[in-house]
């Protein structure tokens, strides 16, 4: 069995080539004008110390309760820059003491009754991809211990109705294992994030993902048909219903729960027919306002193609998509059922319309793999690998998004870009360029995808890191955005972000809602709210 990595992204086997890191090492040291660049050795599990567990396990959880240190390194973090970077430098403070693999529904429902009666936090984990600090197990003093509860062997698919085109999966199937079984009967959710290949279905729920669809189709909300969550007071199971009106939804009350309440277990999902008609095509804009523009015409015309993604030219550039002066719009178009060539034709003569350059399209169902789209689409796939490799070397690459309604894009856009490299600035000495992508649009708004690069090293990124963190959450929220469109909340966006977003009032029902389903507190505490009576720990407050 493939390892994986417990310092970075992926198997321990997927590692950018000697000519990679040369290279990523000369296009540092060009864009800071550094003499050396200073890089951290990957770490050897032999080489980390961490604490022995806090606390004794009983004889009837110990068959699903393990303390191996591989195990427990693994569980500490999840995938995000600083967790990466706590990693690489070896500081592992706040493991969990014991890491859980239940077996079944029954499983977990022991290990929370346990844990509620011994004052034990549980932090839910699925595939461990979190950006946000989602499945960090330091959650401080007033807790006995921390238990990481891995759902990775509750992943069958129970039941497919395909009449209904729909199928009833347990929450810790992970993507690829999803959609290959789904593959069998000619069926698809087509929902890939880009954490898809170690990310699962009831973390997909739990943190509200975003996925493939750019329009129409954009969140897991769109797919959940009914769920089932198990909460230290019992179970919680809605109903299998293509809508109601029967009060307010208990679905969307679990769905972007992030774990605070219970663990989601299965779920009935809405499904699709496997797409065979496709059409795509690329178009360059060289004023972005005309090419934002024809985004919101498109996002309202009612053509829902299934990528929609704007690429400003610098974003484009870096990513080995275009040339740095025209801005991308990337559309492509795919059905079951009939060709999409109409569609296309459509939104491309509302592209022209607005000063869009395009080839002809392609009618070829590999278009999407191939050109610029298929150039951005491998950069954004090895993205995360590439991150790691700056983190190494202290410089930190990362991204934020958030959304804004269309009457207010163009400035909020620029507004972020122009605010975060002054404070970027600010905190590190030297200039950063912002880029743009916008990843999902609506009637009604758009989903700005920001991505950053700024100097620290490897002693200093971790604390310049933060202060970027923090502003940008700020920024987001100042102006009218979303602190997160679909990377969840987690810990750390909630410091100058959600705290400030969420209504004083929600706050005090949501707080009382855990304290109904979870009254020790015990659930991933710190995450979205504080629990009743309980200090958690937040490292980036």
Not at 202 to 229: C, N, P, Q
Not at 460 to 487: F, L, P, R
Request: proline share 5%.
């Amino acid at each position: 069995m493939r390892l994986r990595k417990f310092w970075g992204w992926g198997y321990d086997d997927e590692l950018l080539s000697s000519e990679e890191e040369n290279n990523i090492d000369q296009r540092i040291a060009k864009t800071f004008q550094l003499d050396h660049v200073e890089r951290i050795e990957i770490p050897k599990i032999s080489d980390i110390d961490i604490n022995k567990p806090q606390f004794s396990t009983p004889s009837s959880l110990k068959k699903i309760l393990s303390d191996d240190k591989l195990e427990r390194l693994n569980h500490a973090y999840g995938k995000s820059f600083p967790d990466s970077a706590r990693s690489l430098l070896g500081d592992f403070s706040s493991p969990p003491d014991y890491v859980a693999f239940p077996e079944t529904q029954n499983d977990i429902t022991s290990i929370l009754d346990w844990a509620s009666e011994n004052n034990i936090a549980v932090i839910p984990y699925g595939g461990g991809s979190s950006v946000c600090g989602g499945v960090e197990t330091n959650v401080g003093s007033d807790y006995a211990g921390v238990i990481s509860l891995d759902m990775k062997n509750i992943n069958s698919i129970l039941e497919i109705d395909k009449t209904s085109r729909t199928a009833l999966i347990e929450g810790g199937i992970l993507g690829p294992h999803l959609e290959s079984q789904l593959k069998e009967h000619d069926l698809t959710m087509r929902h890939y994030p880009q954490s898809f290949e170690f990310s699962s279905l009831g973390g997909w729920i739990a943190t509200r993902s975003g996925g493939h669809y750019a329009t129409l189709y954009t969140h897991i909300d769109d797919f959940v048909e009914s769920l089932k969550m198990i909460t230290p007071s019992g179970s919680f199971e809605t109903r299998r219903l293509p809508g109601s009106g029967a009060g307010p939804s208990p679905d969307r009350f679990a769905i972007g729960s992030e774990g605070i309440m219970g663990v989601i277990t299965e779920a009935s999902m809405r499904l699709q027919n496997r797409p065979t008609f496709r059409s795509s095509c690329t178009v360059e804009f060289i004023n972005y306002e005309d090419a934002l523009t024809a985004l919101r015409l498109v996002s309202q015309s009612g053509l829902f193609p299934s990528n929609c993604r704007l690429l400003d030219a610098n974003e484009a550039l870096f990513n080995g998509a275009g040339d740095g002066k025209s801005h991308l719009l990337i559309l492509a178009f795919e059905s079951a059922d009939h060709d999409k060539k109409a569609s296309l034709e459509r939104a491309l003569e509302i592209a022209k319309d607005n000063k869009g350059n395009f080839e002809a399209p392609s009618q070829d169902s590999q278009a999407h793999r191939s050109g610029s789209s298929g150039t951005w689409r491998n950069s954004f796939i090895k993205a995360p690998y590439l991150r790691e490799s700056f983190t190494r070397r202290g410089i930190i690459q990362d991204t934020f998004e958030t959304s804004i309604t269309w009457d207010k894009s163009k400035d909020f856009i620029q507004d972020v870009k122009d605010d975060i490299s002054k404070a970027i600035l600010e905190i590190t000495g030297k200039p950063s360029l912002v880029t743009c992508r916008i990843t999902h649009s609506y009637p009604d708004g758009l989903a700005p995808y920001f991505t950053f690069g700024a100097y620290a090293t490897p002693s200093t990124m971790i604390d310049t890191w933060k202060d970027i963190k923090c502003a940008t959450n700020e920024i987001c929220v100042s102006k009218g955005g979303t602190v997160t469109h679909h990377h969840a909340v987690g810990r750390d966006h909630r410091p100058y972000g959600y705290d400030v977003q969420r209504d004083d009032l929600f706050s005090i029902v949501l707080t009382e809602a855990k304290a109904a389903l979870d009254p020790k507190g015990i659930m991933n505490p710190g995450v979205l709210i504080d629990p009743k009576s309980k200090t958690v720990t937040n490292w980036m407050s």
